[in-house]
């Protein structure tokens, strides 16, 4: 079955380490981004890829980094300059940039201790 | 920028019909989308509406009216299994074929017997 992958479910990591988000899709879709979510915050863009090769910035890319080098994957690094990086992390792909349903998947929790 | 309001939450009995509203603020509006999620979940997308009017599927329905800059979720027959939280997003056009979806907040909804 298609869908997108995020692994850790789960991921713990001591304060001012990166840690590397995996997100990968088998959907063939061309786009693809990060949102995080916060209670009560709904969902916000990080990055967002719509062509290998390239991407841009969302509304809060301060102290993440991305690279999309395959069309099938998307990874976030939350670097050590993200002021508060315990959230929770979902990847999602849509078929085209202007393609409004989005597929998600199910999510990275990340913790910083 | 973009900015959406939506109720926080929302309690209704089971079998009845609950209407989420959503009223936003944007530039280059392209249409508005639901997703649904259960807690711990990822979001699934619900329906899309890209001109004013109201669009069906099966118990759920959303409408848009452009020119208020407003819309809705209308669940009918509600049953246990939809409690969720229930968000509205709008898809937006920012130029050079860059499309984004920015999320509400998110509406809780408590379904009770």
């Known amino acids: 079955d298609g869908g997108i992958t995020q692994s850790p479910k789960y991921l713990f990591r001591k304060e001012g380490q990166n840690v590397t988000l995996s997100c990968e899709q088998n959907l063939n879709h061309d786009a693809m981004y990060w949102y995080r979510q916060d209670p009560g915050q709904g969902l916000r863009l990080i990055y967002y890829s719509q062509i290998v090769n390239d991407f841009q910035k969302g509304d809060i890319a301060e102290g993440y980094s991305v690279s999309r080098e395959k069309k099938e994957s998307f990874p976030l690094t939350v670097t050590s300059a993200q002021k508060n990086p315990t959230a929770f992390y979902l990847c999602?792909?849509?078929?085209?940039?202007?393609?409004?349903?989005?597929?998600f998947g199910s999510g990275t929790r990340l913790t910083v201790v | 920028g973009q900015s959406l309001e939506q109720p926080s939450e929302v309690t209704a009995v089971e079998g009845a019909i609950v209407q989420i509203n959503c009223t936003y603020q944007t530039s280059g509006f392209y249409g508005l989308s639901w997703y649904q999620q259960h807690d711990g979940g990822a979001p699934t997308f619900l329906s899309y509406n890209g001109l004013d009017g109201l669009e069906e599927t099966g118990r759920f329905s959303s409408f848009l009216s452009r020119s208020d800059s407003y819309g809705y979720l209308l669940l009918q027959e509600l049953q246990m299994k939809d409690s969720a939280s229930y968000f509205c997003?709008?898809?937006?056009?920012?130029?050079?074929?860059?499309?984004?979806?920015?999320f509400g907040k998110g509406t809780k909804l408590s379904v009770i017997p």
């Open positions: 997003a709008v898809d937006s056009y920012s130029g050079a074929g860059s499309y984004q979806l920015t």
């Open positions: 999602a792909s849509s078929r085209d940039p202007d393609n409004y349903g989005y597929t």
